[in-house]
């Protein structure tokens, strides 16, 4: 879940952590004070709203060039940029990395949508159920899973720029394909409201047409249809039944 913040936030949060640097920047603290500090002082005002608000690239640059310049002030030779958010342990300062934690929470969320919060840490329920409904209003779909397995899912929305999904689907975009993920499987009605593309397999159906974009925006059921005898996806067999006869004879060829 994501909060929506405006040009104006950002710019004020900005100057807020400005303010309360150069307050502190010449106070005579060690290296690792001085990491203590950005933790305690600086970043942990803003913790709980970064990792779940929506906010431009450029934003998160800003701040750790600003907590990099304070937390490396007295530092020579200089540390690099990425290396200050390590564990100590590893002579590092261990920095909180907002950006990192920000997926990590979200990725938090994405488990327990997916498993249906059937995991070590679930998610309270009302979260769970705000999560779900919101992600099904957005998207214009019954089924949550859908928009969040199949980007192409997502195009059919009215949400842009940096909605307040955009987060949780740019977690799981990023999110690394495990052996957890085998034990989703959509059920037929969830199939059918999918991208069309999506349920093909490379070799069935001649590629371009596949990369065209009329197809592209199409859903499963333009094409396809649930067999009452045998309980699984086939193509129309008539075209009169099938909402768009001229693709589905390009597909049949």
Known sequence: ????????????????????IDRNKFKQLPVYGRAK???????????????????PS???VK????????ACQEIFPSLRKTT????????????????????????????????????????PAFLLQLLVSCIQAAFDCPYHEVPLLFPKACKSTHLSGLHTLSV????????????????RKLNLPACLETPFVDLCQSGQICPQILDSATIQLQKAPYFLKIDSSSGLLRFEKK?????????????HK
């Open 1 to 20: 879940m994501t909060l929506l913040v405006t040009r104006a936030d950002c710019n004020e949060t900005i100057q807020k952590l400005q303010y309360t």
């Open 37 to 55: 500090l950005a933790n305690a002082i600086l970043l942990s005002r803003f913790w709980h709203v970064l990792r779940i608000t929506a906010l």
């Open 58 to 60: 450029c934003f998160f």
């Open 63 to 70: 701040i750790s060039s600003m907590i990099y310049q304070f």
């Open 84 to 123: 200050i958010y390590h564990p100590r342990l590893t002579g590092s300062l261990c920095v909180m990395n907002v950006s990192a934690q920000q997926k990590v929470l979200q990725n938090w969320y994405i488990r327990a949508i997916l498993h249906n919060n059937c995991i070590d840490r679930p998610i």
């Open 168 to 183: 949780i689907l740019k977690a799981i975009d990023d999110c690394p394909l495990s052996s957890s993920w085998d034990d």
């Open 239 to 251: 075209r009169q039944e099938c909402k768009s006869p001229v693709l589905l004879s390009r597909i």
